[in-house]
């Protein structure tokens, strides 16, 4: 009996000790696969950093590009397209437009009424649609028909207000969201698709005789009187509210930026034909390119695997049609890398499956147990991960979100040290009351991912307040402008007219 009893012990004894030993291995498993994690987020952090020199450095070569893209066309990797913007809406316009908007996830269409000074601006009407996915890769025909049913539609709600009992055509703005070059106010010829646009057969078509041919097929009584790039409209509209509005940006599904340039610098241009004596420049910067950009194995893939790589490269680090695609790619990798998200998921490895609006929604959840993170995981096919990984995905929404907040604000100070407003009068030369004297600038803003992603904003205040100093950030005012796009285009046709109708007197 006795012996029994000890044998039976020493068996206990012997599974206790197993059972002891497979758990200490798992936990020294676990701890290890974690330290692989905490060893993989390092390197992202590394990777993905942009520390205040590499950013200045920035700064200076988008100055640098800036101005080689202004002597000769093809000078740089930045476009500085021509406008044919050189005067802009002041709130003394007046009548009825109409402006369509193509952006890169939604079209608007809009009618806005202007009584002749700022207060009575009245935007009347105003449709926000998603572009249909099955429209990115169609014919122009389609692309161009879709938009003047769209019209069509519009215009048939008016009703009793309807201008055409005024007996005069609708005119209207074209606000385009993708490069082209323009031959004038209301012409000009698509350079490229962008934002994963591929629609074939419109290499060398004119884009608003595209949409005004569209408009004539339905008879509808409406001419495309303008075609405007969407940061031109931005520009527009904030500076009809403050003229010391000198640049825009759009941080929408892509991004770019235009400013207000002196004629004399537009080198390229050899008879600029204004009468400002300055003229919009369209910068097309979402193609900027330095060796400076902290490009990561990420960037490079997605890159490759885009519809347009080797172009646009640094839209690819900003516009909120990548940042969740690159978020996404973190998160694959590291399930490849580590078993702490599961079984690897065949969701996480579809491409753009994972929106920004969602990044922005985990980065900025504030539950305790982190809901969102854990259900936007869930669609993700990465159900009941612990707390300590969902916090890890808010780390690496937050890196890659910061760095494009961080290069957004490279980029406009590169606009303001073009224009000589970044505080910095040429090197030896600075005196402490340059910074007094240091004239406030305003910065339109516009886009989705700016106006509702608040930790986009946060970051892009700070990396300004960084790279510019206290003093010099005070003076610039970073504006946003919700749907100043569109009304901005509308308000720009109404100031060309009017300058048409002064000018004809
Ligand atoms: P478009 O680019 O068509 O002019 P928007 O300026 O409205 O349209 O930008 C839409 C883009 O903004 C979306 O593709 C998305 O990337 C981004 N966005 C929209 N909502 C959010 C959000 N809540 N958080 C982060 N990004 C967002
Ligand atoms: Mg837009």
Partial sequence: MGRVLVMLTAAAAVVACSVATVMVRRRVRRRRKWRKVVGLLKDLEESFETPLGRLRQMVDAIAVEMQAGLVS?????L???????????????????????????????????????RSSLEVQDIERHSIPTSLLNSTSEVLFDFLASSLQRFIEKEGHESISSQDVKRELAFTFS???????????????WTKGFAISEMAGEDIAECLQGAVDRRGLDIHVAALVNDTVGALSYGHYHDPDTIAAVVFGTGSNACYLER?????????????????????????????????TSYDIELDAESLNSNDMGFEKMIGGMYLG?????????MSQESDIFGPISPILSTPFVLRTNSVSAM?????PELHEVATILKHLGVPNVPLK????????????TRRAARLAAAGISGI?????????????????????????????VEGGLYSNYRMFREYLDEALRDILGEDVARQVVIKAMEDGSSIGSALLLASSHSVRTISNI
């Avoid at 323009?182 to 012409?187: A, F, I, K, P, V």
């Avoid at 004399?264 to 097309?284: F, Y």
């Avoid at 407003?421 to 090197?427: A, K």
């Fill in 73 to 77: 066309e093809g000078g740089s990797k």
């Fill in 363 to 367: 980065h900025e959840d504030d539950t």
């Fill in 325 to 333: 695609d690159i978020v996404r790619r973190v998160i694959l990798r």
């Fill in 416 to 444: 303001l040290k073009k224009l000589g407003r970044d505080g910095s009068v040429g090197e030896g030369r600075r005196r402490s009351s340059d910074k007094q004297m240091m004239r406030r600038t305003v910065v339109a």
């Fill in 79 to 117: 476009k500085m397209l021509l406008t044919f913007v050189d005067d802009l809406p002041n709130g003394s316009e007046r009548g009825t437009y109409y402006a369509l908007h193509l952006g890169g996830s939604y079209f608007r269409i809009i009618r806005v009424h202007l009584g002749g000074q």
């Fill in 389 to 400: 990984v969902r916090k890890l995905v808010v780390k690496i929404c937050d890196v890659v």
């Fill in 178 to 192: 993708f490069p082209v070059k323009q031959t004038s106010l209301s012409s000009g010829v698509l350079i490229k």
């Fill in 263 to 295: 004629t004399d610098a537009i080198i390229k241009c050899q008879n600029p034909r204004t009468t400002s004596g300055s003229m919009v420049v369209n910068m097309e910067w979402g193609n900027f390119w330095s060796s400076r950009l902290p490009r």
